[in-house]
């Protein structure tokens, strides 16, 4: 939970909104003193959830159980080391 001043919050909006639509829960505050508090929308939140759980069943589904080595290397993959 992040906390915003009003003028603040007024300047950067469309940024803030972006944030929230994220997952974050943002406070205003007027001179030191929480005033509003800005927080996702659960319903669109949880279709998000629902609809990402339902891709992983499918690809589940379509690739078959994955070995410890196989996650091991996606993992990896792309890494410096």
Do not use: C, W
Not at 1 to 7: D, G, L, P, V, Y
Not at 17 to 37: F, K
Not at 59 to 74: D, H, M, P, V
């Amino acid at each position: 939970m992040r906390e915003i001043q009003a003028s603040e919050a007024k300047t950067h909006l469309p940024q803030l909104l972006d944030d929230v639509e994220r997952g974050e829960t943002l406070i205003i505050t007027r001179h030191g003193r929480a005033i509003a508090r800005i927080v996702p929308e659960v319903n669109r939140r949880q279709e998000e959830i629902d609809s990402a759980i339902e891709g992983i069943m499918a690809r589940r589904k379509q690739n078959g159980k994955i070995t410890f080595k196989e996650l091991r290397s996606a993992r990896e993959e792309g890494r410096k080391y």
